[in-house]
């Protein structure tokens, strides 16, 4: 079978990776960039480059994006709607589930089919088999083009025909990698500033992250079932747990931000009444008012 040929936009680390895989899988890839110079290696290696947008999106059936938002995508492909209608854009930008369901119908009015994707890899996980990404919208346009954009990330996991979902399930694994990952900024922050560094705390901060996968199981059971019973934690125990975190961090001369928000997100739940409740007593709290 013949490699789809595929329209590139956007070559940032993330779309410079997809050209790469897709040229060495054997498919024949236009590439439209805003700053042209970064196609250079890739037309060495027989990518074509298009002009303008226009000129990109009326060269292939399957365009794919990887911009920096979903801003980006209008400001190019705007000026190339009379190329849409009859492409299928796969979106790989990250931006919200709203955004993503707004310019799945922007696209529609083109005469254009959506895919939201929502790629879990990194630039050098592009092209390898155990990377996922996200996909929502036509479950036609996802199954026509599924083994291209198999190439890019070895698994696929279509999430449904709502073009908000894929963004979805991408800003919640956001915001446990962001925040976790900040979480290990503040303790090699504080490793430093006690003589210690990042490698000295290696083992133990990767311990810590290695246990979460049966925490989050145990909390995850309880919370469907609304059980928030403080008979093994209480929010009690986590504020005055969080107040020694925010100390040990001021003590040593170090930003306690993330820590002392945490602090206040468990006192709000403790004025709320959940003091002898468990800490995953919060998500309710999350869920019913912003500060
Ligand atoms: P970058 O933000 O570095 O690259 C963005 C691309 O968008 C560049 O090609 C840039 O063009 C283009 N761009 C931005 N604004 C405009 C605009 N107004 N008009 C035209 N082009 C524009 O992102 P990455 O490559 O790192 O990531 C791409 C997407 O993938 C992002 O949404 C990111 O959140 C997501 N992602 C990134 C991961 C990563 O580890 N990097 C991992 C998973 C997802 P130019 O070259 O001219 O600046």
């Known amino acids: 079978m013949t490699a789809t040929p595929v329209t590139l936009i956007g070559l940032g680390p993330m779309g410079h990776a997809m050209a790469t895989v897709l040229l060495d899988k054997g498919h024949q890839v236009t590439l439209w960039n805003r700053t042209a110079s970064?196609?250079?290696?890739?037309?060495?290696?027989?990518?074509?480059?298009?002009?303008?947008?226009?000129?990109?999106?009326?060269?292939?059936?399957?365009?794919?994006?990887?911009?920096?938002?979903?801003?980006?995508?209008?400001?190019?492909?705007?000026?190339?709607a009379a190329a849409l209608p009859g492409r299928v854009i796969?979106?790989?930008s990250s931006d919200t589930p709203e955004k993503a369901r707004k310019a799945a119908k922007w696209a529609a009015g083109h005469g254009?089919?959506?895919?939201?994707?929502g790629v879990l890899a990194p630039p050098h996980g592009i092209g390898k088999p155990e990377f996922s990404?996200?996909?929502?919208?036509?479950?036609?346009?996802?199954?026509?083009?599924?083994?291209?954009?198999?190439v890019l990330t070895g698994e696929t996991d279509y999430r449904g025909e709502d073009a908000?979902?894929?963004?979805?399930?991408?800003?919640?694994?956001?915001?446990?990698?962001?925040?976790?990952?900040?979480?290990?900024?503040?303790?090699?922050a504080l490793a430093k500033a006690n003589g210690l560094s990042a490698t000295d705390i290696l083992p133990y901060a990767s311990q810590n992250m290695t246990g979460m996968p049966e925490f989050l199981s145990f909390y995850a059971a309880r919370i469907d079932a609304g059980n928030?019973?403080?008979?093994v934690d209480r929010l009690a125990m986590g504020l005055a747990s969080m107040e020694h975190v925010v100390d040990t961090h001021t003590d040593s001369g170090v930003d306690?931000?993330?820590?002392?928000?945490?602090?206040?997100?468990?006192?709000r739940g403790m004025e709320a009444g959940h003091a002898a409740d468990s800490f995953?007593?919060?998500v309710e709290l999350l869920g019913k008012e912003a500060p």
Request: proline share 4%; no cysteine; glycine share 4%.
């Open 112 to 117: 254009a089919a959506h895919l939201t994707g």
């Open 90 to 92: 796969v979106n790989l």
């Open 38 to 80: 970064r196609a250079d290696d890739l037309v060495e290696r027989g990518a074509i480059l298009a002009a303008t947008p226009e000129e990109a999106v009326a060269a292939n059936e399957l365009v794919i994006l990887s911009l920096t938002d979903y801003d980006a995508m209008y400001a190019v492909l705007e000026p190339a």
């Open 256 to 267: 306690a931000a993330l820590p002392s928000a945490v602090a206040d997100l468990f006192r």
């Open 133 to 150: 990404t996200f996909y929502s919208g036509p479950r036609a346009a996802y199954d026509k083009h599924r083994a291209t954009l198999e």
């Open 228 to 231: 928030h019973e403080g008979d």
């Open 164 to 188: 908000g979902l894929a963004a979805l399930m991408y800003q919640l694994n956001m915001v446990i990698f962001w925040t976790s990952v900040s979480s290990y900024w503040y303790a090699v």
């Open 280 to 282: 995953s007593s919060i």
